[in-house]
């Protein structure tokens, strides 16, 4: 069955405005990734976590392996922000796998 | 700093045709380099990870079949046939020495079925 359960799938907001995206994990994983697919189709690393949480400026994710989830905030939202966000999980004994969530398709609006 | 090249970045490929793929990495400090696609559902999965030049591997899927190469430290291929929908695929590094270190992905080869 699916791993990597990610939401919303959609999301709209008005600039200047924040959310949250959220992945729930089936079994436990040993790290996280989030990325951003920018306009030109490439794979935008923003964090990479084994716990705990981390910032970048308007960015900030958490991971918690043992409740099997994972956040992304975005806050103070900007038209450049505009794309499709997914989570990706590292489980397994070779960690070279990245199990993917769905993906969520953010468009921030003026 | 650009870590992995790709090329072609996209073909429109006769149904029926194989194609060869290339990814060269920039940085020898992430040897580990692995095959993702993207499907028209927007679904990425990992196919292939390969370690050492010579290791080939080949998997079957929906809607395409692969065989990829690590030919040296440097380059990957990946030559796609029996392609019947068309897809991205990317290529990835990371770095030697821990299991679940972070993976870098390179721009993607877009395939087109015509």
């Known amino acids: 069955g699916d791993q990597v359960e990610q939401s919303p799938s959609a999301l709209s907001l008005h600039e200047g405005t924040g959310s949250a995206l959220r992945c729930n994990f089936t079994t436990t994983m040993r790290a996280v990734q989030w990325f951003r697919k920018n306009s030109r189709g490439s794979l935008i690393n923003l964090f990479y976590?084994?716990?705990g949480t981390k910032e970048n400026g308007r960015l900030k994710s958490a991971f918690d392996s043992k409740e099997r989830y994972s956040t992304l905030h975005i806050r103070d939202a900007q038209l450049e922000d505009s794309g499709t966000y997914f989570c990706a999980a590292l489980y397994g004994s070779s960690g070279n796998k990245l199990i993917f969530g769905i993906g969520t398709l953010l468009s921030v609006k003026p | 700093v650009t870590l992995l090249e790709q090329n072609p970045r996209w073909r429109l490929v006769p149904r029926g045709q194989a194609v060869n793929l290339r990814c060269i990495l920039k940085n020898s400090q992430y040897p580990w380099m692995s095959w993702y696609q993207q499907d028209l559902q927007k679904q990425l999965q990992w196919l292939f990870t390969?370690?050492?030049?010579?290791?080939?591997?080949v998997k079957s899927l929906p809607g395409a079949d692969y065989l990829a190469t690590r030919v040296t430290d440097t380059e990957l291929r990946l030559q796609v046939a029996n392609m019947s929908q068309g897809r991205t695929l990317y290529c990835t590094c990371k770095t030697t020495g821990a299991n679940y270190a972070e993976q870098f992905f390179g721009p993607g080869t877009r395939l087109t079925v015509l």
């Open positions: 390969l370690r050492s030049p010579g290791d080939k591997e």
């Open positions: 976590l084994a716990s």
